[in-house]
């Protein structure tokens, strides 16, 4: 990975990670549902009416849009309402990393290198030590949601591997476009009549998480994310999803003063150093390649 696509990706995490803490603000001004149905309804309208089609199957946006915004944000909203910290929910998620690695080897016949299974070895340690965290900040639903948005995000990795998309920021405007309609069908379905009056009631606060998921985090930091799995494996992408979670606990610890216990700081501390063990030794073997090149051309 060259080191500006590196910068680039590290931004998203970074963009991400903090966005934990706005769905935090999000879901304490409104229902969980009505958030993510406002989120992707504003990330698609009006832009869908600006910017063509991509050149796509249908089946290929329905899927990505009802994953994206259903699968993997309905259900994390939907466990941060339930007791997990914005900075927790950043660690579950993270589990789509192993999912997506395997979909990779079994999907699309990529390798994995022995490095490779040492640093998500690492990881596997750093996130088992979320089972020992009994400081309130997860819940046994809100893991078990967690797990299932991981699962969604690996699904929706794999959509974006195997179809090969060119035109990307279209692809996720049209997409967004699925998902806001199956988000208020089931915010109705749940809490009937009531969703009126939560929509009625939404503050200044909500209307900044909204836009902020929108346009920031949706438009930009997927159309970034998205363009470079399609270019690099998505074993090589997927580990750096790993710094989303210690961006999610800075961000959490600086706006809702979440305890970062020991067992946090390790978490985070095994996880990074499973993201740049491989990270490292790619480096490493580029900056040799680079290096011979240079003494064949002289």
């Not at 340690?125 to 400081?135: A, K, N, P, R, Y």
């Not at 591997?161 to 035109?167: A, C, F, L, P, Y």
């Not at 790993?242 to 961000?251: D, N, T």
């Amino acid at each position: 990975m060259t080191t500006k696509h590196l910068l680039l990706a590290i931004a998203v995490t970074c963009l991400w990670g903090f966005n934990f803490s706005v769905i935090k603000l999000g879901v304490e001004a409104m229902d969980p549902l009505i958030l993510a149905g406002f989120r992707f309804t504003f990330a698609a309208i009006p832009a869908v009416f600006f910017i063509k089609r991509p050149n796509v199957k249908l089946k290929v946006l329905i899927s990505y849009g009802l994953l994206f915004g259903v699968g993997v944000w309905g259900l994390m909203n939907l466990a941060i309402y339930s007791g997990v910290s914005a900075g927790m929910a950043g660690l579950i998620l993270e589990f789509t990393v192993f999912i997506s690695v395997i979909f990779g080897v079994v999907f699309l016949k990529e390798k994995l290198s022995k490095v490779g299974i040492v640093g998500l070895l690492f990881a596997f340690v750093g996130l088992g030590l979320i089972l020992t965290i009994e400081d309130g900040s997860v819940t046994l639903i809100g893991l078990i949601l967690g797990l299932l948005a991981a699962v969604s995000w690996s699904c929706i990795s794999l959509i974006i591997r195997k179809s090969q998309i060119k035109q990307m920021f279209a692809f996720i405007v049209w997409s967004c476009l699925f998902a806001p309609l199956p988000l208020f069908a089931l915010a109705f379905l749940i809490n009937d009549q009531n969703v009126f009056n939560e929509i009625q009631s939404i503050d200044e606060l909500g209307v900044f998480s909204i836009l902020f998921q929108s346009f920031i985090t949706t438009l930009l930091g997927y159309w970034v994310w998205n363009r470079l799995m399609t270019i690099y494996p998505m074993s090589a992408i997927a580990p750096l999803n790993l710094l989303v979670p210690i961006f999610g606990l800075i961000g959490s610890a600086l706006f809702y003063n979440e305890l970062v216990s020991l067992n946090k700081v390790l978490a985070c501390i095994v996880i990074t150093v499973g993201v740049m063990i491989p990270m490292g030794v790619a480096w490493y073997q580029t900056a040799l390649g680079n290096l011979a090149k240079t003494r064949v051309s002289k």
